[in-house]
C-alpha cells in the first residue's frame, strides 16, 4: 500500500521559513514533490524532482524555494521554503509517480503565512 505522510506545514510571519517534509511508502518512486491548493482555484505545482535528483520549479518560487530528496529506504521529499509571502499561503500537497503511470497524493499540510 502506497503512503505518503507530510508534515511541517504551520504558520509563518511573512519573510519567514518552513520546512515541509513528505515519507512516502509502497513502491518505487520517480518523480516526487508538492503542490499548492487555495480556495476555489485549481492545485498547482510548486516543485518537482525526479530520482535522478532534477528540478522543476514554479516561477513564482524560484530562488525562494528548495526541493530535496533523500531516495534511501525512506523515500523522503523536503521543501524549503525561504522568503514566504501572503500569496504562498495554501494548502500543499505531497505527490509522487512511478513508472507504470501511477499518481499519489499526501493528505495535505496546511501553511499560514502572515503579512
Known amino acids: 500500500q502506497v503512503q505518503l505522510v507530510e508534515s511541517g506545514g504551520g504558520l509563518v510571519q511573512a519573510g519567514g521559513s518552513l520546512r515541509l517534509s513528505c515519507a512516502a511508502s509502497?513502491?518505487?518512486?520517480?518523480?516526487m514533490g508538492w503542490y499548492r491548493q487555495t480556495p476555489g482555484k485549481q492545485r498547482v505545482l510548486v516543485a518537482l524532482?525526479?530520482?535522478?535528483?532534477?528540478?522543476?520549479y514554479a516561477d513564482s518560487v524560484k530562488g525562494r524555494f528548495d526541493i530535496s530528496r533523500d531516495n534511501n529506504a525512506k523515500n523522503t521529499v523536503y521543501l524549503q521554503m525561504n522568503s514566504l509571502k501572503p500569496e504562498d499561503a495554501a494548502v500543499y500537497y505531497c505527490?509522487?509517480?512511478?513508472?507504470?503511470?501511477?499518481?499519489?497524493w499526501g493528505q495535505g499540510t496546511h501553511v499560514t503565512v502572515s503579512s
Open positions: 505527490y509522487a509517480d512511478d513508472d507504470y503511470g501511477h499518481n499519489y
Open positions: 524532482i525526479n530520482s535522478y535528483g532534477s528540478t522543476n
Open positions: 509502497g513502491t518505487i518512486f520517480s518523480n
